[in-house]
Every structure is written in structure tokens, then in C-alpha cells.
């Protein structure tokens, strides 16, 4: 199948535009260019198109331009990035030539010579050119500010987006993308501030289906739909209490997730046959984007295998479900750490289903009484055991005071062993999945107390010493 590719302008896009470059010394690449082209990951073929105009003006010499060229490269690749070609005209625009940009010259070399389809390609750059290439070629500009962005701003004649540089341009393409997948009915896995999701259009039965598929997960465990803005609430439920107004109200975006009589529109893929729905707006600023862009609801569990520990990171997707995910949305490491708090409001009292990074003390003031921690209402598999987010190696909870002791048991029948002390929510998973790598066989913990987050991490302690299948 084809792939989608990103073409970057070099100068005044990814390294400073100090004039006509003729040598290595000269390169200084924009802080973060790296970190942002490493989350295209794998994701996208990426080529450079430059216009070095200095050659057929005398003032570089093609040599020194291919140094330069060699050495951005190189130096990407050192960082994990892969150039795929480095596409470079050396005429001036009186030249006449069919190279300089916006001929769709490069971009469809790159079609012929790599299977690009340029229909789901990007250009960036900081000169009206770089756009008008995209619009040359059915592909989609992005315009940044960084380089002689800010100067030529005006003149741009093509739609386009602006970024301030490379960082939120590669937000932009990565969210585009992941909007494209979700279209087609494909599965994006994208961050949240709690944990990675795998979503699918809510409303596709066939993609919501697939997502249990890949998830390995029962099919009559419901999934959570992610909206982008409270307002779309309405639309989901069947109708909206006034607590749950005033929990929306209080901590949307954010990690919490209403359960609601559901509306007749939510499909029961999603719900697995229940009458309810759970709802949640997330506030990590890709998946809003995400949300807001797609414009409809996004059912998601997390974009882990079924029964094992959350990702808080795109590595952590990658590494369970690899090429099972059609786009990974990469959003770095995830703030919260914890699944999302779930608050049952479609029954004559509110409960607590899950705590998670809203805290039941924030609950309880938001909705000014006491609410109960619940876990019998929430939906689970038949057969399911208390084992969830387990990592492999065995899990055991102590009180504090007994771990070093327990340990030291466990060592002597020749376990690997590690302690670990109150671990806090934004690590814990991270954590135990370290842990797994190291080959650790028995993990000692002393839960934090249940206060605050605390709550949350003391659950999935629990359910992570619970008794496996
Ligand atoms: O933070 C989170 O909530 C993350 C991110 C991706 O948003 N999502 C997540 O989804 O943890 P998942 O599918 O791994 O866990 C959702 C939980 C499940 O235990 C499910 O049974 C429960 O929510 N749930 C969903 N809809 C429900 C409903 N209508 N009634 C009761 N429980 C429900
Ligand atoms: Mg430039």
C-alpha cells in the first residue's frame, strides 16, 4: 500500500536559516526537532526538499551543499530519524527549471521512486513556495513561522495551517493523520493524560469491533467514548442529570468518566449490550485536538492487551500492539498515570466505580455529599478475575515495615526481587513494566495510603496481586 510521506523544507524549518549554508560547521538545527520527527516514527517516509539557489548564484558550490546535506542527515539518523532522500534544486526561479518549488517536481519523484501517496502527505516549510508545492500535489501544506515564516506570512496565497515550527507542525500532521485513520474506520491508539487509548469511530461497528479484536477483550465489556467538548454530552446520553452538568462542568477535560442512561444513537458494540454509556472529554492537548478535528465520538479502552498493565507512553503501545494499530498519535509520556476516575450517575445514588485521577475527595466537594466506592457496578467480563493490570512478574502487597523481610523470603527460593516503596500514579506503570524487562520474577510493594491518588494506586495494586487465570 502506499504510504503517506512528510516533506520538509531544510532551511528556516529544520536547522536556522543562516544564509547560503556551505559547510557542517554552519548547521544548527531548532531545539526539538529531533524529539518531534521521532514521533512520526516509522509512521511516514520523510525526504527533504531544498532550494539551494546559492549554486546557480556562485555563492555556494554543490559540493559544500551536499556536505551540509550528508551532515543534517547523519546527524538525523544518529537520532533514530531516517531521511529517505534528500531531494535539493541548485537553480535560481529566472532558470526556468522544472525543480524549484511549487513544481510538483520532487513529490512526484518521491511517488514513482518510494510508493508515496500524496493525497495523505504533508509539506512544511517557512516559504509560500513549500505550501503552494502541497496544494501543487493534493498534498497538505503546513506553514511555519520559524525561519523567514514570520516575514512572509502575508503573502501566503494557498490554504494552509500555521505552526510556530517543526514541534507544532509535527502535531498537526500527526493529528491529521490519526483523523484520516479514524475516517476510514482504522484504530489510532493516542494519548490521554491518564493512559494510552485504542480509539475507533464510535459510531463504526466494524472498527469498534476490531478494537476488540486487537485488545483481545471480551466483547460484552463496554468501551469508554471520548468526546472533545462537553457540549456533545447530550448526544450520547439519554439524558443529562444535574450532577452530571456539574461534575462535566468541574473536571472536563480531565480524567473522569460519567456513566449515563445512554442515548439510542450509542450502538451496543460499544456498550456491550448495556443501557448505559460512559462518557469521558480528556485533556490531553493531542487528543483534544484529535477529538475536536474528527468531530464525533472516539470509543476507546487502553491500548494495552487485555488484562495487562496500561501504556503511559507510544513506546509502551508499540510494544504490545505493534503493527495491529493502523497510527500511533505519539503525545509522550502520560501526566496522570492512572486510568480515569468513573463516576456512576445513571442510578438513584452516584457511586465510584473506579477510582482513578480525580480524586474521591474532589467527588465528594464537587457534588457536595459522600460518594461510595462501588467496583460491583462496574461492567465486567464474565469469568474475568480480580487480575487486572497485571505486569508478569508477581505482585505482592505488604504493609509497611514487612517488605524487606518478605523479600529477603522470596530471595532465599532463588526469585529475582525488587521493592518497591508508595509508588505514586504518573510511574507506577512505567514501573512495572521496567520491571518485566529487568526479569524481575516478585515485586514487593508498600502501597501509598489511600488518600488523593493514592486511592487509584492502591486499587491497581490490589488488582495486580489479584489471582491470575
Ligand atoms: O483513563 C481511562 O479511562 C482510559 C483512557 C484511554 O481514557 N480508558 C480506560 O478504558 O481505562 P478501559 O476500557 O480500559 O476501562 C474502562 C472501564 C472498564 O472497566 C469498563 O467496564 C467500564 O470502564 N465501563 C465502560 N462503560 C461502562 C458502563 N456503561 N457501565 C459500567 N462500566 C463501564
Ligand atoms: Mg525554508
Not at 549554508?21 to 509512521?43: C, H, I, K, M, N
Not at 514513482?112 to 501543487?136: K, M, Q, T
Not at 465520538?297 to 510494544?319: I, L, Q
Not at 524481575?440 to 495486580?464: I, Q, T, Y
Request: charged fraction near 25%.
Amino acid at each position: 500500500m502506499a504510504k503517506p510521506a512528510v516533506f520538509l523544507d531544510r532551511d528556516g524549518t529544520l536547522i536556522e536559516d543562516r544564509g547560503h549554508l556551505d559547510d557542517p560547521s554552519q548547521v544548527a538545527f531548532y531545539p526539538g526537532t529531533f524529539e518531534a520527527l521521532r514521533r512520526l516514527g516509522g509512521q511516514f517516509v520523510l525526504f527533504i526538499v531544498t532550494n539551494q539557489n546559492g549554486i546557480a548564484k556562485g555563492i555556494t558550490t554543490p559540493g559544500g551543499v551536499r556536505r551540509v546535506n550528508d551532515f543534517v542527515v547523519r546527524r538525523l539518523a544518529g537520532e533514530g530519524i531516517e531521511i529517505r532522500e534528500v531531494y535539493c534544486c541548485p537553480h535560481q526561479r529566472s532558470d526556468g527549471c522544472e525543480c524549484i518549488k511549487p513544481n510538483p517536481y520532487f513529490p512526484r519523484q518521491a511517488e514513482r521512486d518510494h510508493g508515496i501517496d500524496l493525497a495523505r502527505s504533508f509539506v512544511v516549510g517557512d516559504h509560500p513556495p513549500d505550501v503552494e508545492l502541497a496544494a501543487n500535489v493534493g498534498a497538505r501544506g503546513i506553514f511555519v513561522l520559524s525561519g523567514h515564516g514570520e516575514k512572509h506570512r502575508d503573502e501566503l496565497g494557498v490554504p494552509c495551517e500555521i505552526a510556530a515550527g517543526i514541534s507544532e507542525a509535527v502535531d498537526r500532521i500527526a493529528v491529521a493523520r490519526a483523523v484520516d485513520v479514524l475516517e476510514a474506520g482504522g484504530l489510532v491508539a493516542f494519548p490521554t493524560e491518564t493512559v494510552y487509548g485504542l480509539g475507533a469511530d464510535a459510531a463504526n461497528a466494524a472498527a469498534v469491533k476490531r478494537v476488540f479484536a486487537v485488545k483481545g477483550r471480551p466483547e460484552v465489556h463496554p468501551l469508554i467514548v471520548h468526546l472533545g467538548d462537553a457540549s456533545q454530552l447530550a448526544a450520547w446520553a439519554a439524558g443529562v442529570p444535574d450532577s452530571a452538568r456539574r461534575l462535566a462542568e468541574r473536571f472536563w477535560p480531565g480524567p473522569l468518566t460519567l456513566i449515563l442512561k445512554k442515548s439510542p444513537k450509542v450502538h451496543a458494540g460499544v456498550t456491550g449490550g448495556q443501557e448505559t454509556v460512559g462518557l469521558r472529554v480528556p485533556s490531553h492537548p493531542l487528543a483534544l485536538s484529535m477529538l475536536r478535528v474528527f468531530g464525533r465520538g472516539v470509543a476507546a479502552p487502553s491500548a494495552n492487551r487485555f488484562g495487562k498493565v496500561s501504556p503511559t507512553a507510544a513506546a509502551h503501545v508499540r510494544a504490545d500492539l505493534g503493527g495491529d494499530v493502523d497510527f500511533i498519535l505519539d503525545g509522550g509520556p502520560c501526566e496522570v498515570g492512572v486510568e480515569s476516575t468513573i463516576v456512576d450517575l445513571s442510578g438513584a445514588e452516584p457511586a465510584i466505580l473506579r477510582p482513578g485521577g480525580v480524586t474521591r475527595e474532589a467527588i465528594e466537594e464537587a457534588l457536595e455529599r459522600k460518594v461510595e466506592v462501588r467496583e460491583k457496578g462496574l461492567v465486567r467480563a464474565p469469568g474475568q478475575l480480580d487480575s487486572h493490570y497485571a505486569p508478569r512478574a508477581e505482585v505482592i502487597v505488604v504493609k509497611p515495615g514487612e517488605a524487606e523481610a518478605r523479600a529477603a523470603e522470596l530471595k532465599r527460593k532463588g526469585l529475582k526481587v525488587e521493592i518497591l516503596e508508595r509508588p505514586e500514579a504518573p510511574t507506577l506503570y512505567a514501573w512495572l513494566r521496567e520491571a518485566d524487562a529487568r526479569g524481575v520474577d516478585a515485586v514487593v510493594v508498600v502501597a501509598p495510603s489511600e488518600e488523593g491518588l493514592g486511592l487509584a494506586v492502591a486499587d491497581r495494586l490490589r488488582k495486580a496481586a489479584g489471582p491470575r487465570k
